[in-house]
């Protein structure tokens, strides 16, 4: 009879070991669980924020009209390998204004390139092959921004406007988002501007007084958004716009964008 009592005795306690046992697993996965639960949570709620905060075709305007609102800045200063220049933005391209001063808030522009040098023409900047801008860029977004082009602003020495692509050239003249480049030009005599005229490029008076007396660009008139111009730092453009250059118009020598810094 002892022996019976002992052997009930001993199932109980195991039986009940056994049921804390289970009780604990079951804490422990359903504990699991939820925590998995929440992880996942945030990684959806991350994504949806990277999602809000990435700029795309879609939501372009809506983002830098936005961004351009809180935003008010106009003038920035370039710091390159030669020296510096102070650029005046234009409100009335309001959303390059504020897609140029949002990179620059951003430091996209640290350690960029002026990548095409073509003299007497243009320097072209904004862009590396390296896998940091490249980075940055993605985290930005994917997008070209709506033609601005504004008769009243050409292509005179010191204006400084975005690459379009020649796909984009035929259609809606949309910009690139990081590429830009900046005029130098050349003195040009009326008759030559006269020539450009007949080819339906508008110019107005005072732009034309402009391009006799300081040079510039205007066969890209109505063909890029000029977006702003440089006010200080000619002797940079200059410097830069004469640099040995090899095939592609690729200097021989990198010349850097240490950082694009908003002044005011």
Known sequence: MRNLIFLFILISVLFACDASEDHDLVSVVD???????????????TVEKLKESIITNMNVVEKLTSYGEENAETIVLMK?????????????TPLHRANFIML???KYFD?????????????????????????KMTAIGAY????????????????????????????????SAFNFYIVEG????????????????????????????????????????????????????????????EQGDWPVKSIYISTVEVIK
Request: net charge negative.
């Open 111 to 135: 350690s960029t390139l002026f990548y095409r040098v073509i003299p007497n023409f243009m320097i072209q900047g904004g862009n590396t092959d390296d896998d940091e801008i490249t980075t």
């Open 104 to 106: 620059a808030k951003k």
């Open 31 to 45: 504990e699991t669980a939820k925590v998995q639960e929440e992880v996942e949570e945030q990684v959806i709620d």
């Open 80 to 92: 390159t390998t030669y020296g510096n220049m102070k650029i005046r933005l234009y409100n009335e």
């Open 186 to 245: 050349q003195k040009l005599s009326n008759r030559y501007l006269e020539e450009i005229e007949e080819r339906e490029i508008t110019i107005t008076k005072t732009n034309k007084n402009r391009y006799l007396n300081k040079g510039g660009a205007p066969h890209l008139d109505g063909n890029y958004t000029v977006f702003g111009e440089v006010i200080s730092g000619f002797s940079v453009l200059k410097k830069i716009s004469n640099v040995k250059t």
């Open 144 to 175: 070209r921004i709506p033609n601005e082009i504004n008769p009243k602003f050409a292509h005179v020495k010191g204006a400084i406007a975005m690459a379009v692509s020649p796909e984009e050239q035929e259609f809606e003249k949309k910009s």
